[in-house]
């Protein structure tokens, strides 16, 4: 199957109605799809959905506005933004096996 | 079966750049630069990109305030100019920390000058190795508010495979010392990696863990066509596994090559510039005030960055008429046949440009790692496919597959990136 882009997920969302939308039930992919279900939500940004952000970065050739998918915002030896600082460490499981992911 | 037999090229597609009114987008405004104030190290990477390039030991060794100062006149021009949002400077080296306190403070009143003058603000970060950190140190990022990231390779016995002092010895204590200070402060910092593929990606995350970072990134190690590589595949696979694991219920861990990666899967962007298709426009100063583009793209050679433009006669802006500056940028558009084709094209954008450099064609390859990006996305994509729904307004949750199916032929619009290229 080919990727999810944008333009196959907003045809799957325009079918099953105007209130549809996409969502993960893993929370790492659900917060990922932010930023796709507010292109979603509007198909009149569909046009625009890949440009950037649409001040620095914009383009004046109404043929090319939506090719683009990468957005840098910070060069990448210092592309962390800065952590918050928690109260103590997380300590997430590392893998272990080949279910981890279903 | 050769490796050309089993590239993920989708035989027959159309070319998308054979259409000549296909043009790229113009360049956009410079304002975010890197800027080496210093072009020596204290310790010897083995794997340093930097010095794989002689023509950088010809440069002063330290940025001087002269060449500091001018600096700040063009940024000045340059946000008075565009009026960007902000500006966005990385003191980076070499090792930017031997450039000392004084002329970092310097610097930074220097920049507050320029952003109370303009309106835009003007942010300031380090990638440093660690090393030099002390009280003092962090008393100068945290009165001038420098965004700090720390270079570390994971566990000791990871980190001190290549992260050497020019005695041979290890490092990973020093720097080590250096995240404890941070830590004691409460000062948030980034930590920077570099894929070791000899090793297990969970021995990075049980160190990361082990130190309570929560973002940080492993990046591909900087290779190109001309170099012998290792693969890749098989670490960056576990570290999206850990990753979606980690995240499964709350949200954990933040892995930025990961997410780069998988948000261009899923219709989103990379903020990444190694992952995602879109223009190489960053630009580096060096320590004489030379403009330069993206410093990696020096692993292509000697002098191989070099531009005519130099803050001292140049404008910002100039850059991106400079002919150096726009075969880079026109390089990490104008991808190879094999990319064009692809249907991870617009996720992947041909992998980071300095990696598809070769001798003998320049640019125009895949990414070195190519095969491995191939083998990690189909992976993403498999995981992905069952990770996400279509939520109907009566609250229903279909799988993609299903919803494909309800949709019928409407859902199956053409793959990018034909469909976007041609239009």
């Known amino acids: 199957m080919d990727p999810l882009t944008l333009k196959v997920l907003a045809t799957l969302v325009q079918v099953h109605g105007a209130s549809a939308t996409v969502v993960s039930t893993n929370k790492g992919i659900d917060e990922l799809l932010g930023p796709v279900r507010g292109q979603l939500q509007d198909q009149t940004q569909l046009a625009a959905s890949s440009k950037g952000d649409g001040s620095i970065f914009n383009c004046t050739l109404p043929h090319c506005k939506d090719i683009y998918t990468k957005q840098v915002k910070y060069y990448k030896y210092t592309g962390i933004a800065p952590a918050t600082k928690s109260t103590g460490p997380t300590k997430p499981t590392p893998p272990t096996g080949g279910s981890k992911h279903k | ?423």
């Open chain 2, 1 to 423: 079966m050769s490796a050309a037999d089993a590239s993920p090229v989708r035989h027959g597609a159309q070319d998308p750049t054979a259409d000549e009114t296909v043009k790229f987008n113009p360049p956009g405004v410079v304002w975010n630069l890197v800027v080496k104030v210093a072009a020596r190290c204290n310790i010897d990477c083995s794997y340093c990109y930097w010095f794989r390039d002689p023509s950088v030991y010809d440069a002063p060794k330290l940025m001087s305030e002269r060449v500091a100062d001018q600096l700040l006149v063009r940024v000045k021009e340059q946000i008075t100019r565009y009026s960007p949002p902000e500006f966005y400077m990385v003191l980076h080296g070499g090792e930017p920390l031997l450039w000392g306190r004084t002329n970092f403070q310097s610097f930074a009143d220097k920049c507050r000058r320029v952003a109370d003058e303009t309106g835009c603000p003007v942010r300031l970060g380090t990638t440093t190795n660690g090393v030099l950190i002390d009280e003092r140190w962090l008393d100068c990022f945290q009165e001038n508010d420098i965004g700090v990231t720390v270079s570390i390779d994971g566990p000791a016995h990871v980190h001190d495979v290549h992260r050497k002092t020019f005695a041979g010895g290890p490092t990973h204590a020093l720097v080590e010392r250096g995240i404890r200070l941070l830590e004691s402060r409460d000062i948030p910092f980034g930590v920077l990696a570099v894929c070791n593929p000899a090793f297990a990606a969970k021995d990075y995350l049980e160190y990361f863990s082990s130190i309570g970072a929560t973002e940080f990134d492993i990046l591909l190690p900087d290779s190109n066509h001309d170099d012998r590589r290792q693969s890749i595949g098989q670490f960056y696979r576990d570290l999206f596994d850990f990753w979606l694991a980690a995240n499964q219920k709350e949200r954990t861990i933040r892995i930025r090559s990961v997410e780069a990666m998988l948000s261009g899967l899923i219709g989103g962007r990379s903020e990444s510039e190694a992952f995602g298709y879109g223009s190489e426009e960053l630009c580096t100063i060096l320590t004489d005030g030379s403009i330069e583009p993206l410093d990696v793209l020096r692993i292509a050679g000697a002098s191989s960055t070099r531009t005519a433009c130099n803050v001292f006669d140049n404008a910002l802006q100039d850059i991106v008429d400079d002919a150096g500056w726009k075969a880079a940028r026109r390089a990490s558009l104008d991808l190879c046949e094999k990319c064009r084709n692809c249907k991870y094209m617009m996720a992947c954008g041909g992998g980071y440009l300095p990696h598809r450099f070769s001798k003998e064609n320049g640019y125009n390859n895949p990414s070195v790692y190519c095969d491995d990006l191939y083998s990690i996305f189909e992976h993403m994509q498999a995981v992905v496919q069952k990770n996400i729904y279509i939520s109907t307004p009566d609250g229903e949750n279909l799988s993609v597959s299903d919803a494909m199916k309800i949709s019928g032929s409407a859902a199956a619009a053409p793959a990018e990136p034909q469909s976007r290229l041609n239009r």
